[in-house]
């Protein structure tokens, strides 16, 4: 929605390694929360993980979860 404002504190909804920037409100509005995890995700370089326009069709832990933490994740087009 146009007018959603986000319920919790920029402080609590950060993530910890990357602050938002001090000008934004303390419960940001979703414009800002957009512009923030955009910001991050180029500041960790996520796109290259991200598969936009795809439905998540099942989420699961993969066969060497407690080794590496990683997730299997499928996937189809939208």
Known sequence: MKSTVINTSKEMTAYSDFPPEPSMANFMHNTEMYRYLKSYA?????KTYIKFN???SNIER???YKKT??????YEDA
Do not use: A, M, R, T
């Open 42 to 46: 180029e500041h960790h370089n996520l």
């Open 54 to 56: 795809h439905k998540v």
């Open 62 to 64: 993969s066969s060497d």
């Open 69 to 74: 933490g990683q997730w299997k994740v499928s």
